[in-house]
């Protein structure tokens, strides 16, 4: 017999959570998770369920019928697009304008299909004329993909133009929202989003673990004429599909144990998202960015993305010359439980990522890390 451990409970500090995510979790969110568990084939749980379901409706302002919320986190979002809607031997044109756009590419050809890279420098959005360029290039191709929000930069893309061009050139369309959903601006319907993946830790400031997914019916009726089996058997939404129901009040169907009291924090976070009201949370994460930039500038940062094209809900900047990357956000972790976010890929080591997500944009929060980085480089 092993011996028996002797581990205490863990017990985190209260820290304030400002990089690329999780974001600090609503008080409310983490009393709605710590409620009685229930059966996820429980009829309270499925009414749950249906209002779930509506909640994410109108967060991604959609009507799509096949809306809900995977049980895993924002990368199965993704994968769970690429691995239902791709097929083998089929184009995709893949928009990498940093670390997410390069893992759809990677999706993309481990189901099979062939990526058409269209690539923009790190910190640019995703440049409109490449992509039209690439899909006239390229008639056959089945879809378009790119990332609404690049987390790796701070770079924000114009869905609504590149959905246009997706829907001129008959491909279907797949976007990242994981760090967009509830930051800014995004219609599905308005802009014709075939299908889309966000997460819960993000904006929503919900705890992680939960994908919000959403497919047109342009996207389901490709899914459905498949002519090979779904890759995967748990990300398959054909399966998933008899579990979440097609219409409010359905007869559902065993698939997997929903993770059910994660599955009331998304229901309590989107329920004070509606609340708040979509346009009122998109003003505020764009106040609040207005705050920090302004003071960030006072202090000599610069930013890594334009202005026209920056992301309010994360901010990256260059970090000054001769300063330690490590070392000052150490220092912000341990003196002030203070959490922003190291560079990515090719900005590893040159940008610090700082976030204003959901309940981390607030006035007290923009204060203190203003304070936090001028004494710490100082």
């Avoid at 239902?84 to 940093?98: A, Q, S």
């Avoid at 609404?148 to 491909?171: F, N, V, W």
Wanted: glycine share 8%.
């Amino acid at each position: 017999m092993l011996p028996v451990p002797t581990i205490p409970a863990f017990m985190p500090p209260r820290r304030i959570l400002m990089g690329p995510g999780p974001s600090d979790v609503y008080p409310e969110v983490l009393a709605a998770q710590s409620r009685p568990t229930i059966g996820h084939l429980d009829p309270l749980f499925v009414g749950m369920m249906d209002e779930l379901k509506s909640l994410i409706q109108y967060a991604f302002q959609t009507k799509n019928e096949m809306t809900l919320a995977v049980s895993a986190p924002g990368s199965a979002g993704m994968e769970t697009c690429f691995v239902n809607l791709v097929e083998p031997g089929e184009k995709v044109i893949v928009c990498r304008n940093g670390v997410f756009g390069e893992r759809m590419r990677q999706n993309v050809e481990r189901v099979g299909g062939v990526a058409v890279v269209v690539d923009n420098e790190w910190g640019e959005p995703v440049c409109p004329d490449k992509v039209e360029a690439a899909l006239v290039a390229h008639p056959d191709a089945k879809f378009l993909a790119f990332v609404h929000a690049e987390t790796s930069t701070g770079a924000l893309s114009d869905a609504k133009t590149l959905c246009t061009l997706a829907q001129l050139h008959d491909c279907i369309s797949i976007v990242d929202a994981v760090t967009s959903l509830g930051g800014v601006e995004l219609l599905v319907d308005e802009w014709g989003i075939d299908a889309i993946y966000s997460g819960s830790q993000k904006c929503l400031s919900c705890v992680p673990g939960l994908s919000p997914v959403s497919f047109s019916p342009k996207a389901v009726a490709k899914l459905k004429a498949r002519t090979t089996q779904v890759q995967s058997w748990f990300l398959d939404q054909t399966l998933v599909m008899g579990y979440w129901g097609n219409a409010a009040g359905a007869k559902r169907s065993y698939h997997h144990t929903a993770p059910v009291n994660a599955l009331y924090a998304l229901h309590e976070s989107l329920r004070l998202l509606a609340n708040e009201g979509l346009e009122n949370a998109w003003a505020r994460h764009r106040k609040m960015h207005l705050l920090l930039r302004d003071g960030l500038t006072k202090l000599g940062f610069k930013f890594v993305v334009e202005e026209s094209s920056r992301l309010p809900q994360l901010n990256t900047v260059y970090i000054p010359a001769g300063v330690d990357d490590a070392a000052v956000r150490k220092h912000l972790l341990e003196e002030y439980n203070l959490e922003i976010g190291a560079g990515l890929g090719a900005l590893a080591g040159k940008a610090w990522r700082i976030g204003l997500m959901g309940f981390s944009a607030r006035r007290e929060n923009v204060a203190l890390c203003l304070h936090a980085l001028e004494e710490s480089l100082a």
